[in-house]
């Protein structure tokens, strides 16, 4: 099965500095690639997601980068607001159907 | 727009009482998922249902069942409630087409005393 490994598990920055979260899986077959953000008491939010046949998607402060060759992923936020404070994960799948997380990134931004 | 409700938000059960959680999809999503998150956890896949039948199945103790009705909405029954059952339960909803990406409800905190 799918094995998705996510680094850091941990990540402080600034307010304004970029962070940079990355994930590696281990299926090849996998072509489906969301990001997720958990904040306290919630459920994981869709917040940007990535297909095999694109290698960079950008969403305002939001932008994800996959390299098939390699088997991983990141995702990038610049302009980091309080507000981005939150855990983060990767998943990966053949589909939205079939995913596996990674182990979460959580992410504080100090003001 | 409406998302994916759960109920209830919080449940307190005794080792070895039954349990159930209810999911409502987001209107007109047909494919449900139930996932199970420990706490400092990823999620884990436990099940999923689309048009009433079991879509496909995860790590899903055997004293779990679940089942999808006719208006989409879902329940997951637990029984026999172990320690190690206390975690965060999610439900989440998508169309059955494969594109089509989960939208996650705000789940339901369960603890087995």
């Known amino acids: 099965g799918e094995n998705v490994e996510q680094h850091p598990s941990t990540l402080s920055v600034q307010e304004g500095d970029s962070a940079v979260i990355k994930c590696t899986y281990s299926d090849s077959a996998s072509n489906y690639f969301p990001w997720y953000k958990q904040e306290l008491g919630k459920g994981p939010q869709l917040i940007i997601d990535?297909?095999?046949?694109?290698g960079e998607k950008k969403d305002q402060r939001i932008a994800v980068t996959l390299n098939k060759t390699a088997k991983h992923f990141s995702l990038h936020i610049t302009e980091t607001q309080p507000e981005d404070s939150a855990v983060y994960f990767c998943?990966?799948?053949?589909?939205?159907?079939?995913?596996?997380f990674g182990s979460g990134t959580q992410l504080t931004v100090l003001p | 727009a409406a998302g994916v409700i759960q109920s209830p938000r919080h449940l307190i059960k005794e080792k070895r009482e039954t349990a159930t959680l209810k999911c409502y999809p987001i209107p007109r999503h047909d494919t449900v998922y139930w996932y199970q998150q420990g706490p400092g956890q990823d999620p884990q896949f436990l099940i999923s249902?689309?048009?009433?039948?079991?879509?496909d199945k995860g790590s899903i103790p055997d004293r779990f069942s679940a089942q999808q009705f006719s208006d989409y909405h879902s329940e997951l029954n637990m029984s026999s409630l172990e320690l190690g059952d206390s975690a965060l339960y999610f439900c989440?909803?998508?169309?059955?087409?494969?594109?089509?990406?989960?939208?996650f409800g705000n789940g339901t905190r369960l603890t087995v005393t």
């Open positions: 249902f689309y048009e009433k039948m079991q879509s």
């Open positions: 989440a909803s998508s169309l059955r087409d494969w594109n089509s990406p989960l939208h």
């Open positions: 998943a990966a799948g053949g589909s939205a159907r079939q995913l596996t």
């Open positions: 990535i297909r095999s046949n694109v």
